[in-house]
């Protein structure tokens, strides 16, 4: 019922020609807005910058983590930088540009706090965005509780932010999500913490796909493989009795699609429990295996 309903509102979008200022309002314009949480250093923004993705907040609670975040993005703080003689690098913003390719204006939103206590309401007035307008939120959410270097215990506290995440798309509704993590969530609860997490943010209006990474493939002298998951806003349109239409963003849970690699998984771990509520779920499906 539900990949019925997604297809009659693909349908019927695709049939009318909306304008530039209602396709930026739903998140879907030729500004593309970032709003970035659990922002550590800055290494994903850097990368949505050079996409030509616009950050309009970053919200970090590691004080060296927002001094770095500050002397990256804003002028403020990049006009002060020296190099090694200890002159000046630019005398003039346009200067700096050259060099600081992810730098972008308008300047993002760094927010110092717990993410706990930031407003869904703050965080879009800080990005100058409104409800649905936001193209993509992204979070590399606290994973020393998955991490496989580190002990991994399933109540760690820092295993919960994820639910932060979770707040804030779900009122902020962004047209898209990325969120990041190690390889070593997939085998927490055997398969069974990835799968509430995946169900959390599809219950928020999202179709979900996630992989297993790895950065070497993309050109980063490093092996470092990361869980990268991908939300897309289920977006409907609907007729009411007198054929008047209405656009719904975020209007039904989406469906998820695990990657092949995770049936295999649970396949080794003798899950067949999980298997088969997988299997049964009319919202929830593998992939094909990667040949």
């Not at 002298?221 to 869980?227: F, G, M, T």
């Not at 092949?260 to 003798?270: A, G, I, S």
């Not at 429990?273 to 049964?280: H, N, P, T, Y």
């Amino acid at each position: 019922m539900k990949d019925k309903q997604t297809s009659i509102g693909e349908k019927y979008l695709g049939k009318l020609d909306l304008d530039s200022d209602v396709q930026q309002r739903i998140g879907k314009g030729k500004i593309t807005t970032h709003i970035s949480l659990f922002s550590g250093c800055g290494g994903l923004d850097v990368g949505f910058a050079n996409a030509g993705i616009q950050t309009r907040v970053m919200i970090e609670w590691d004080k060296s983590c927002c001094e770095t975040l500050r002397h990256n993005f804003l002028w403020e703080f990049l006009k002060e930088r020296k190099d090694h003689k200890g002159n000046i690098c630019w005398k003039t913003k346009e200067a700096m540009k050259k060099t600081i390719t992810w730098y972008h204006e308008p300047e993002p939103v760094i927010i110092q706090r717990d993410i706990k206590t930031v407003l869904t309401k703050e965080i879009l007035e800080s990005a100058k965005l409104q409800v649905g307008e936001c193209s993509v939120i992204s979070g590399g959410f606290p994973c020393q509780g998955f991490s496989l270097a580190g002990k991994r215990v399933i109540d760690d506290p820092r295993n919960s932010l994820y639910k932060q995440f979770v707040r804030i798309v779900d009122e902020a509704k962004p047209a898209s999500i990325m969120g990041e993590n190690v390889p070593g969530l997939i085998s927490m609860g055997k398969g069974e913490v990835i799968k509430q997490i995946c169900e959390d943010f599809a219950n928020c209006g999202y179709e979900i796909t996630w992989d297993i990474l790895n950065a070497a493939d993309y050109g980063v002298p490093q092996i470092r493989k990361r869980i990268i998951l991908i939300g897309k806003r289920v977006d409907l349109m609907k007729f009411d009795g007198a054929n008047r239409p209405s656009f719904h963003i975020a209007a039904c849970p989406g469906k998820i699609t695990y990657p092949y690699l995770f049936y295999e998984r649970l396949k080794r771990w003798k899950n067949k429990e999980l298997i088969k509520k997988i299997e049964e779920d009319p919202m929830s499906e593998f992939g094909e295996k990667k040949k």
